[in-house]
């Protein structure tokens, strides 16, 4: 089966022109005449297929966990974001105002107008409902971060960029919902495509049922995590830790979308940006873990770590007889998941039974060393890195990056059962089929508030540096009591020979942050852009 990657590729270079204006904008093409491109409807169907590169890259599934309690970042970029310093002019606060992408995407659309006497009425359909996705998909990011925001539907000159204004969220939300429901579910099948990484029917089912959970619409996520479940197209990956890694992405059938990626021609730089200096790519360790999330990593008999010597645990003692000058024992016989996304101290990079290297951020002798590499907190990211590659492959990782899968189509109907009090026994279902598939005991059944707090302990394991944390966190409105305070990196020697843990950074929040500041630049672009309160 084919996949659009390289589609992506060519209309990437399409679409690639300057302009004067970086937040609102008309992207012509300036090669051929409009009439020339839009009749040809190879190139009308090379600009849709073009269209999914607007959909999450790397920065949105793996960077975004430095916005939450998970980790923290290298660069200022992100890590402002998470420790709560950042203000209209940061550059992430900027990346997530995407009108840019918006303005190229309605100018798709119209293309596809332009197209319609070259192409079947069904293809037409199909065409604009997998673009209208697409802006949906954007929009409703822009809605989370930022609330109020401009609704453009139509390509702009600048003077008109400039002079539009904010829509109250509920609009935007209601002209999203509409679009999913009313204009893309419809259409999305109306012609069958060979392609892999396409839109279809359960890619809507799917993102709508995340849309209704954050905005708290139960009853729409039952129904439509239903109708993902009841398509039986999908069922989860049997290894949690080879889901990740670029040996799974044939014949997969957890994913339901994700941003396809092919070495040489479409490929991001994951391999390198994760990994650290002794590694086979000499990384650049740009993600880094926090304690608080690894320590939410339980035993592997269930329970937290921190409980096991008080519960008679067998692995107390058994992780107490690991500990060596080059082995951290705390880190055995923990849910398997652990190994699967974090880098410790002392961890090895094995291929197969050989030891290619081992993670020297507390050994005076590495090339990560903490005193060398004082920002590094102890702990880096596994998961999404290929490692099975060569130095070559550091910057052209291929790794398809996942943006639904089955496995959080599961854990959202969960929470929509335990939230609405409907069928708590189903909920536990659907969480003990997660945990089976990593190897961890079942939960029993018990009251809502505590399979509440159940189902979003296993939500922050199980997708961890994918995407979704800090969404997750903002939805419950625990932003308060997970992103203040003093923040802490693994237990080190080089910190002190009392194994203290590393400090990272004093964390601040205000409730003004459960929204982004518009970006200053789009307010002096625009001053009809009214600033969100108090920022």
Known sequence: MKSIKIYICAAMMALSVSSCDSFLT????DQISEDQWWSDKSQTEMMVKGAYQYVYGPNEVVLRDCFSDNATHRDAKYKEIGN????????????EWKYAS????????????????QISEEEYLRFNAEVRFIRAFVYYDMVFFFGDVPLITKTLSVTEARETSRQPRQEVL?????ELEDGVLPNIEKVAVTETGRVNKQVVNAFLSRIYLHEKNYEKVLYYTNEVIKSGKYELYPSYEELFRPQADANNKEVIFEHQYSSPLVVHELNRN????????????????????????????GHLVSECESLGCEYFQKRKDAEAETHRGEYDFRDPRLAATIMWPYWEWKVGENVLSRYGVDDLNSKDYVKKETHMTGFLVTKWVDLQGEYADRTRGQKNLTILRYGDVLLMRAEALIESGQDLGEAVTLINQIRQRAGMPDIAIASQSVLREKLRHERRIETAFEGLRYYDIIRWRIADKVKSGKVYGARLKAISEAMDNKFVEERFWNDKMYLFPVPQEAIDNNPNLVQNKDW
């Open 274 to 301: 994760l990994s650290p200096a002794s590694s086979i790519y000499a990384g650049w360790s740009h993600v880094l873990g926090l304690q608080e999330l690894v320590d939410d990593y339980e035993c592997a008999n």
């Open 84 to 95: 709560g310093t950042y203000t209209t002019q940061s550059a992430a606060v900027k990346d």
């Open 174 to 178: 209601d002209f999203i919902l509409k």
């Open 102 to 117: 918006i303005a190229k995407l309605n100018y798709i659309l119209e293309g596809i107008e332009k197209a319609k006497d």
């Open 26 to 29: 008309t992207p012509p093409l």
